[in-house]
């Protein structure tokens, strides 16, 4: 049982570079979200997806962006990587349905910018 | 005010202690609410829903009261593995996004 799969585990970048976090999940689920995490904080809403080709901005978005292309992937793209986006990347995916149900979370992504 | 209030802790208690987490929210539209265990730089994993009715898994006890927008969460007979951050975590509605405490540090020792 995959579930929800991040790629790569651990990154480290320059100022000024680029990537993409990856994220796939198989359990056919509508909702994506991609959250950051700081030492010491709670997780903070990046960007979240209600299905393929539909996203939307969470709560800290700014130089960060998502596609949804597929229902499976929700990649997550850092354009000029900056020292404030040093964080643990945490993608989840959440089946359509009543509130309740949880959220199933990915094993994360460490990502130091120096 | 936080959006989701939790003390930061750390709570230090014997293993067989009994221990209780508080959290309060601030959005009174909130629909629902859990209690999520994360282990050191780990993924935060579900450990239980909590319901106005309050509700029980094993050793563990949820309770909701909607009036006072407040959560508790009772661990009794703690263990040695129980120890972690435990999250505080509510569905503020739209797309069910959740709004994550800060988490409350738990040592059991031995």
């Known amino acids: 049982n995959a579930g929800v799969t991040q790629t790569p585990k651990f990154r480290i970048l320059k100022i000024g570079q680029s990537m993409t976090l990856q994220c796939t999940q198989d359990?056919?689920?509508?909702?994506m979200y991609w959250y950051r995490q700081d030492p010491g904080m709670g997780l903070k809403l990046i960007y979240y997806?209600?299905?393929?080709?539909?996203?939307d901005k969470g709560e800290v978005p700014n130089g960060y962006n998502v596609s949804r292309s597929t229902t499976e992937d929700f990649p997550l793209r850092l354009e000029l990587a900056a020292p404030s986006q040093t964080s643990v990347y945490f993608c989840?995916?959440?089946?359509f349905g009543t509130g309740d149900q949880p959220q199933h979370f990915g094993d994360g992504t460490r990502l130091s910018i120096l | 005010r936080k959006e989701v209030e939790q003390d930061p802790g750390p709570f230090n208690v014997p293993e067989g202690a009994t221990v209780a987490f508080n959290c309060t929210y601030s959005?009174?539209?909130?629909?629902?609410f859990f209690w999520y265990r994360q282990d050191c730089r780990k993924e935060p994993k579900l450990l239980m829903s909590?319901?106005?009715s309050g509700n029980e898994d094993g050793r563990f006890t949820a309770q909701l009261n909607r009036a006072s927008q407040y959560i508790s969460l009772l661990i009794r007979d703690s263990k040695l593995s129980d120890s972690a951050t435990y999250l505080c975590?509510?569905?503020?509605?739209?797309?069910?996004?959740?709004?994550f405490g800060t988490g409350t540090r738990l040592q059991v020792t031995l």
């Open positions: 989840a995916s959440r089946d």
């Open positions: 359990m056919n689920h509508n909702y």
């Open positions: 997806s209600v299905g393929a080709g539909i996203t």
């Open positions: 959005n009174s539209a909130s629909q629902s």
């Open positions: 909590v319901y106005s």
């Open positions: 975590v509510v569905n503020t509605g739209t797309a069910s996004k959740l709004t």
